[in-house]
């Protein structure tokens, strides 16, 4: 199909006659997209059979179990892990059709919110680069992430729809089936070895998979990411069946769904345990099949679990072992504890799942049931550690004031607990997990998360990777850490003057874009100023704004201010329910609307909201920035990866010390990074003793006190819109340190505006030092620390 130009144009204009009854000259870029497509999936089916014959084999294996995968689109990357992109490209244009255009047909497999899900489908990426036997378990969500509309700078959400067309990357396996079961109770069973426990009269719900292969570089390996869906079965018998199909169908169909009230809680809860208790059975079935023995289940299988969203996976292997298969409990135990490990990505609180016993115990009485031994066992042994502490064990135990907390479970059953940044994991030791870490100290480890640079790279930056190709060659792409080979021509000016083109290739594509998709004119030599992450006032994109605000009251106001012109581009999507991110996005539009208006700022200070920003989008804009903005309130980002993948495009970072960019700072050195703001340690600081009042910061810094006036005085709006903003500031005193860090994150600003516009030549420099010093930070690496020191495969 693929060996030879005349074959491949051939079969793919036949097959598109065929499928569509159309003559090829009539056919629609949407056809021409499915028939290739379908034409890859063929093409990766014989060794995607041959990865699973051979790791039939493997002598163990590690499901990553998460509750959003974010994959973004399939084509162009499958093409580029085949090693046919340039082939097919060149083989399609011969027959006048441009393959970007194809690639643009594809919908974004958005299964995630952020970070956390694009790390789950970047480590598919890399698990499977390498050659490792990791596959992913998700929900096939009928609605991914909802799609945002800006209506007059608010934001709307509309129900996503990527299942619309159908979807060619997925085979559904109805064999495999299994059926979850939900309510009901719990029957006791005596027998002669003992009491055994039956989960009696409960509604069952059929989960479907759809398997999706996962295609690594070289094409050798062909892994499985096996999504579920949830269907009615026939093994309940309702009296009212309308109402339980509605009730079945809704576990997959949106990513989720809002939990304010009890039912929406109900729901997250059962999406859960489809998610655990589908993938573990299946996970056991294909061990049995294998010849696997239960008892020593862990020697053969890893199950990786991505946050709190899939701990149910402990109790319901725990419930399998045990009442199916007739284990002790210590041998379950043993079994279990030894094939789970858990990743925090999380240390704001109120992101630390909890679920009232009230909807856990009647929804899945016999998890509860085992949940509810665990946690005596668990505080047993503490009690054998610290007698006599009550307040501790209370502190510390699975379940306690009505709840059932995820977070104390998964580091109860796992035998391994990390975070995703050094800084991120020492504060999880030192705080939040503390006690934990003191009874524990070896299960806790630090795996600084990764991007996978054949996404962020070599697909979304072919003009940069093929200036990196005939720089240092090729070995770049599939070793990462070669891109440090950069740094020998750091004082290169031919290689310097070929970076800074490249650069501006990318500009003037997203340029293009942004006029396309907002009808503004922006000047593709103005400084790209990005900031591109969920909307969230930790991640202060309210700093952001507010600098701008604060630019445009200097150029107004001080004649003998000067900047070099910056186009400020964000994108943003606010949780549905959060009311105080909304509000920052229309704040983000209205200050759009009043810059890029303004004849005395016109051309000088740019803004634009790039609407629904997905991973597709991010592969336009992160190329094309000269600064990443990763200004999060110090100790509470986790990690972040967008920091990643701006510093392998050659964007320098404007970034507190916060998660990763620690480590970022550490690679580029401290001349290649604008790091400004208070310190992890004292915001921690802060936040226990007090001692800050924002109320001073505005009453002693004029520019400040002008800007947040702005706010309320109707230079915005005249509806008294940003009035929460205003309190949550100076009434609220301000509790992610924006006043505080105003003046250090303005000089910051500054100087990156100066070295840009007075140095361009250091700031080639310091685009080298970011693209060279970030092969670290490729996936490939995270995996591999993951698979020897956690997986063991
Ligand atoms: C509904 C519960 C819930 C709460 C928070 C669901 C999802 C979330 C976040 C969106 C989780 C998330 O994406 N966290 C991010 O994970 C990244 C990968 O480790 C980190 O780089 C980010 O710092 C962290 O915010």
């Given at each position: 199909m693929f060996s030879d130009q005349k074959s491949f144009q051939e079969t793919f204009k036949k097959r598109l006659e065929q499928s569509y009854s159309i003559s090829f000259d009539d056919s629609t870029r949407a056809q021409q997209f499915v028939t290739l497509s379908q034409m890859v999936r063929e093409h990766i089916s014989s060794e995607w059979i041959e990865t699973n014959e051979r790791q039939r084999q493997e002598k163990k294996q590690t499901y990553y179990l998460s509750?959003?995968?974010?994959?973004?689109?399939l084509l162009g990357q499958n093409l580029i892990n085949l090693g046919l992109y340039e082939t097919i490209q060149s083989w399609l244009d011969d027959i006048d059709i441009p393959l970007e255009e194809l690639e643009d047909i594809e919908p974004d497999a958005g299964l995630g919110n952020g970070g956390l899900g694009r790390l789950a489908a970047c480590f598919l990426d890399s698990l499977a680069s390498m050659g490792l036997p990791g596959h992913g378990c998700g929900i096939r969500y009928k609605h991914g992430l909802f799609e945002q509309k800006m209506v007059n700078g608010f934001q709307m959400e509309l129900p996503e729809n990527w299942l619309r067309y159908g979807y060619v990357w997925e085979v559904r396996k109805s064999d495999l089936t299994v059926e979850v079961p939900f309510w009901g109770s719990v029957d006791v069973v005596e027998r002669e070895d003992g009491v055994k426990f039956r989960h009696v009269d409960a509604e069952y719900v059929k989960a479907v998979p759809y398997d999706m292969p996962v295609v690594g570089y070289g094409g050798k390996t062909v892994n499985t990411l096996r999504l579920w869906s949830a269907e009615t079965s026939s093994f309940s018998l309702n009296q009212d069946v309308l109402k339980y199909k509605k009730d079945t169908e809704a576990i997959s169909e949106f990513l989720y769904p809002d939990d304010s009230n009890d039912e929406g809680k109900i729901l997250r809860l059962k999406q859960q345990y489809f998610l655990v208790s589908a993938s573990i059975r299946s996970i056991i079935q294909r061990h049995l099949s294998n010849g696997g023995e239960l008892r020593s289940l862990h020697e053969r299988i890893a199950i990786h679990i991505n946050d709190t969203h899939p701990v149910l996976a402990i109790p319901e292997l725990m419930r399998v072992l045990m009442d199916d298969y007739q284990l002790s409990w210590d041998d379950a135990w043993h079994v279990t504890e030894n094939t789970f490990a858990y990743t925090n990505h999380t240390t704001l609180s109120e992101a630390l799942e909890r679920w009232p016993i009230r909807i856990f115990r009647p929804l899945l009485p016999r998890i509860y049931m085992i949940i509810q031994e665990i946690n005596e066992r668990f505080c047993k042994s503490l009690w054998d550690q610290y007698p006599g502490d009550w307040d501790r064990i209370e502190r510390m135990a699975i379940i306690a004031k009505d709840e059932v907390r995820m977070a104390h479970l998964a580091i109860a059953g796992s035998h391994s607990v990390n975070g995703v940044a050094r800084l991120h994991t020492e504060i999880l030791k030192n705080r939040e997990m503390n006690e934990f870490y003191q009874f524990q100290p070896a299960k806790f480890n630090n795996k600084t998360n990764g991007i996978t640079h054949r996404r962020w790279l070599l697909k979304a930056n072919p003009e940069l990777t093929s200036l990196l190709s005939e720089t240092i060659g090729e070995g770049f792409k599939t070793d990462?850490?070669?891109?440090?080979?950069?740094?020998?021509?750091?004082?290169?000016p031919a290689f310097l003057e070929k970076l800074s083109r490249v650069k501006r290739k990318r500009k003037d594509i997203l340029t293009k874009l942004i006029y396309e998709r907002n009808g503004i004119k922006v000047d593709p030599t103005s400084i790209f100023d990005v900031q591109v992450k969920r909307l969230h006032a930790y991640k202060r994109q309210l700093l952001n704004v507010l600098h701008i605000l604060a630019l445009y009251n200097k150029v107004k106001h001080e004649p003998s201010f000067h900047m070099p012109p910056r186009t400020f581009i964000f994108g943003a999507k606010a949780s549905p329910g959060y009311f105080y991110a909304k509000r920052i996005i229309k704040l983000i539009d209205s200050v759009a609307e009043l810059v890029n208006n303004d004849p005395e700022t016109k051309g000088l200070i740019t803004v634009v909201f790039m609407e629904n920003y997905r991973v597709s989008l991010a592969e336009y804009i992160i190329p094309a920035a000269d600064i990443s903005e990763q200004i999060s309130t110090a100790s509470k980002e986790a990690s972040g990866t967008g920091n990643m993948k701006f510093m392998m495009n050659g964007a320098v970072t404007v970034g507190t010390l916060d998660g990763a960019n620690v480590e970022i700072l550490e690679q580029t050195g401290p001349d290649n990074i604008f790091i400004f703001g208070l310190k992890a340690e004292e915001v921690m600081a802060f936040d226990r003793d007090g001692g800050y009042r924002s109320m001073d910061y505005y009453h002693h810094d004029p520019l400040i006190r002008r800007t947040l006036d702005q706010l309320v005085d109707g230079t915005l709006d005249d509806k008294g819109l940003f009035g929460v903003i205003y309190e949550s500031l100076l009434s609220e005193n301000d509790q992610y340190f924006v006043l505080k860090d105003f003046e250090a994150y303005r000089s910051a600003q500054e100087a990156a505006g100066r070295i840009y516009e007075k140095n361009p030549q250091q700031w080639r420099k310091m685009m080298v030092k970011n693209i060279s010093g970030s092969g670290i930070f490729s996936s490939d690496r995270t995996i591999k620390e993951y698979a020897s020191e956690i997986w063991k495969i």
């Amino acid at each position: 199909m693929f060996s030879d130009q005349k074959s491949f144009q051939e079969t793919f204009k036949k097959r598109l006659e065929q499928s569509y009854s159309i003559s090829f000259d009539d056919s629609t870029r949407a056809q021409q997209f499915v028939t290739l497509s379908q034409m890859v999936r063929e093409h990766i089916s014989s060794e995607w059979i041959e990865t699973n014959e051979r790791q039939r084999q493997e002598k163990k294996q590690t499901y990553y179990l998460s509750i959003e995968f974010l994959l973004g689109r399939l084509l162009g990357q499958n093409l580029i892990n085949l090693g046919l992109y340039e082939t097919i490209q060149s083989w399609l244009d011969d027959i006048d059709i441009p393959l970007e255009e194809l690639e643009d047909i594809e919908p974004d497999a958005g299964l995630g919110n952020g970070g956390l899900g694009r790390l789950a489908a970047c480590f598919l990426d890399s698990l499977a680069s390498m050659g490792l036997p990791g596959h992913g378990c998700g929900i096939r969500y009928k609605h991914g992430l909802f799609e945002q509309k800006m209506v007059n700078g608010f934001q709307m959400e509309l129900p996503e729809n990527w299942l619309r067309y159908g979807y060619v990357w997925e085979v559904r396996k109805s064999d495999l089936t299994v059926e979850v079961p939900f309510w009901g109770s719990v029957d006791v069973v005596e027998r002669e070895d003992g009491v055994k426990f039956r989960h009696v009269d409960a509604e069952y719900v059929k989960a479907v998979p759809y398997d999706m292969p996962v295609v690594g570089y070289g094409g050798k390996t062909v892994n499985t990411l096996r999504l579920w869906s949830a269907e009615t079965s026939s093994f309940s018998l309702n009296q009212d069946v309308l109402k339980y199909k509605k009730d079945t169908e809704a576990i997959s169909e949106f990513l989720y769904p809002d939990d304010s009230n009890d039912e929406g809680k109900i729901l997250r809860l059962k999406q859960q345990y489809f998610l655990v208790s589908a993938s573990i059975r299946s996970i056991i079935q294909r061990h049995l099949s294998n010849g696997g023995e239960l008892r020593s289940l862990h020697e053969r299988i890893a199950i990786h679990i991505n946050d709190t969203h899939p701990v149910l996976a402990i109790p319901e292997l725990m419930r399998v072992l045990m009442d199916d298969y007739q284990l002790s409990w210590d041998d379950a135990w043993h079994v279990t504890e030894n094939t789970f490990a858990y990743t925090n990505h999380t240390t704001l609180s109120e992101a630390l799942e909890r679920w009232p016993i009230r909807i856990f115990r009647p929804l899945l009485p016999r998890i509860y049931m085992i949940i509810q031994e665990i946690n005596e066992r668990f505080c047993k042994s503490l009690w054998d550690q610290y007698p006599g502490d009550w307040d501790r064990i209370e502190r510390m135990a699975i379940i306690a004031k009505d709840e059932v907390r995820m977070a104390h479970l998964a580091i109860a059953g796992s035998h391994s607990v990390n975070g995703v940044a050094r800084l991120h994991t020492e504060i999880l030791k030192n705080r939040e997990m503390n006690e934990f870490y003191q009874f524990q100290p070896a299960k806790f480890n630090n795996k600084t998360n990764g991007i996978t640079h054949r996404r962020w790279l070599l697909k979304a930056n072919p003009e940069l990777t093929s200036l990196l190709s005939e720089t240092i060659g090729e070995g770049f792409k599939t070793d990462a850490t070669e891109l440090s080979k950069l740094a020998l021509y750091v004082e290169d000016p031919a290689f310097l003057e070929k970076l800074s083109r490249v650069k501006r290739k990318r500009k003037d594509i997203l340029t293009k874009l942004i006029y396309e998709r907002n009808g503004i004119k922006v000047d593709p030599t103005s400084i790209f100023d990005v900031q591109v992450k969920r909307l969230h006032a930790y991640k202060r994109q309210l700093l952001n704004v507010l600098h701008i605000l604060a630019l445009y009251n200097k150029v107004k106001h001080e004649p003998s201010f000067h900047m070099p012109p910056r186009t400020f581009i964000f994108g943003a999507k606010a949780s549905p329910g959060y009311f105080y991110a909304k509000r920052i996005i229309k704040l983000i539009d209205s200050v759009a609307e009043l810059v890029n208006n303004d004849p005395e700022t016109k051309g000088l200070i740019t803004v634009v909201f790039m609407e629904n920003y997905r991973v597709s989008l991010a592969e336009y804009i992160i190329p094309a920035a000269d600064i990443s903005e990763q200004i999060s309130t110090a100790s509470k980002e986790a990690s972040g990866t967008g920091n990643m993948k701006f510093m392998m495009n050659g964007a320098v970072t404007v970034g507190t010390l916060d998660g990763a960019n620690v480590e970022i700072l550490e690679q580029t050195g401290p001349d290649n990074i604008f790091i400004f703001g208070l310190k992890a340690e004292e915001v921690m600081a802060f936040d226990r003793d007090g001692g800050y009042r924002s109320m001073d910061y505005y009453h002693h810094d004029p520019l400040i006190r002008r800007t947040l006036d702005q706010l309320v005085d109707g230079t915005l709006d005249d509806k008294g819109l940003f009035g929460v903003i205003y309190e949550s500031l100076l009434s609220e005193n301000d509790q992610y340190f924006v006043l505080k860090d105003f003046e250090a994150y303005r000089s910051a600003q500054e100087a990156a505006g100066r070295i840009y516009e007075k140095n361009p030549q250091q700031w080639r420099k310091m685009m080298v030092k970011n693209i060279s010093g970030s092969g670290i930070f490729s996936s490939d690496r995270t995996i591999k620390e993951y698979a020897s020191e956690i997986w063991k495969i």
